[in-house]
Each structure stands twice: as C-alpha cells, then as structure tokens.
DNA sequence: GTGCGAACGATAACCATTATCGCTATCAAT
DNA sequence: ATTGATAGCGATAATGGTTATCGTTCGCAC
C-alpha cells in the first residue's frame, strides 16, 4: 500500500466525483485550474500508484491510458470513432466465455480488455 | 488501392510467408538481414498502406501495434504477460454478443478488439 | 525525352510516458 | 528538538513508437 500523499488524494477525489476516463495531462491541468499545483510526473506516478492499489482503474487505448473511478463495478468499453466518446457496457456471458476459452489453451487469465470501436448513437444518426 | 511497390511486396511476403505477429522494427531489421534495402518510415507506410487494403491485418497492443497475415480467419489474442508470446482464438457466441450489446445501445461497431492477459501454459507451469 | 505524381530514405518532429536528480516532507529513533 | 533514512515531489531530460518533412527517385503517360 502506497502513502496516500496529498496529491494522490486530490487526483483520487477528482477522479472519484466524476464519471469521466481521464488521461494524465487532463487531470494535471484540472488540477492545476483549481489550484492545485502539482507536476505532471508526480500525476503519472500519483495514478499508477493508485493503480496499483485499485484504488482507480485504467483503460488502455491506443494512444494513451485513461483513468476512472474503481468504485464501478466491472465493465467494458466502446469507443466512438467519430467524437472519442466513451460508452460502458456488461456482459456477463462474454465475461464467462473468455475464461473458458483461456482455461482450453492452458492460459492463465490475469485480466483482458474487450473495446468496441464505431459511431456512437449520436454520431450514427448525422452521418 | 494503393501502389504495391517493391518494397512493400517484400513485406507483404515475409508477413505472408510466417505466423508471427511483427512490428514495424522487426519487420525491418528481418528485411534488411535478407538483403533488402529498405528505410523504417517505408516499413511504417507500407504497413499502413497494406492494412488499408486488407492486405495484412494488426494488433493494437498497449506499446506497439503488430501486424500479421490477413488470410487467416478472424480470431482474437491472449497475451503471455510473462513471455510476451500471442496465442489466437475464437469464439463466435463472444463475436455474436458484441454486436448484439452494441446494437442495445445504438452502436454502429465497425471493430473491436480483444484481448486476453495472462500467463500461456508454457510460462505458468514453472512459475 | 519530359513531366507528373506517388513512393522512397534519411532524419527531424511529435507525444505519451518514464527516468533522473536535487530537494523536501514524513516519521521513527535517539 | 535533532538526526537520518526513506518515499515522494517537481522540473526536466530521455525514451521509444510513430508520423511529418523534404529532397530525391521511380514508374508511367504523353
Ligand atoms: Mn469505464
Ligand atoms: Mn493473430
Ligand atoms: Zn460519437
Ligand atoms: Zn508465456
């Protein structure tokens, strides 16, 4: 268990009252618009330590890691083309299905990532 | 359908002609042992132009995105977090789940990716 | 042969992330 | 209270995969 430093906590809070996927730089400059001064390394350690603990979850996209609250209960993403949006979804039977497909393949599952990629509702309607 | 120069042939063929999963820097570094003349950022065009003709096909992983022959029937990736090794899989009720939750919420999907993280069989027996 | 457009190769730029390093906050032991 | 060890901070340099730039070259129509 990391020490829940100052900065970690007020990345946490922020990440806590919200509903967004954060990336680093996002939350550096919220932190920094509300007065909080801190250093973007200490924002990348801050998350990763958080990480660590779940005390927050991450996504990875292609291009970089977005953080969100760890209080959700699990679920997967899907990813707008279009606007960058993010939707969440559930499935319980894709969730079953992937460990019965590791365990065929003598694969020990630690974790997956399942994102779906095209036009969100709202983007689909404007095309 | 863009150009299918020499360079991208050669490509194209050592992509074809293995199982691996390359990235851009393997992929050059194998080419020019071979004799082949060819610059990194060519490599990088090529694969992106092949791509977009469906002429290879690409995971996205969370550094680097690897390429592999498209004339393999769709299939998704377990990751060795261990060994890095890539196993492949497939499961059409997982395939028919995604569109169906992406429909529920008025999704277009024009893709997805998933992968599975984990130790293979050969890593996790010694552990 | 000349001209044009696409692609090439070398290399600089980009950008998210990580490493480095001097400094500071924390805290236990004296 | 002072010391010392340790962890974290902040600024900034470095890293690494990828993309942009630019002058040159190739393939092909005229
Ligand atoms: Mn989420
Ligand atoms: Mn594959
Ligand atoms: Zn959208
Ligand atoms: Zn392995």
Redesign the pocket.
Known sequence: M??L?I??QTILNLINASNQHW???ELARELIIRGH??????V???L??LETDGLVNSVQLA???RYERAVKKHHDHMVCTKCGSIEEFANDTIEALQKVVAHEKGFQMSGHQLILFGCCARCGQQS
């Open positions: 990391a020490k430093t900065q970690r990336d680093a730089d001064k801190i250093g973007i390394a200490t990348y350690r801050g990763a330590a291009d970089k890691k």
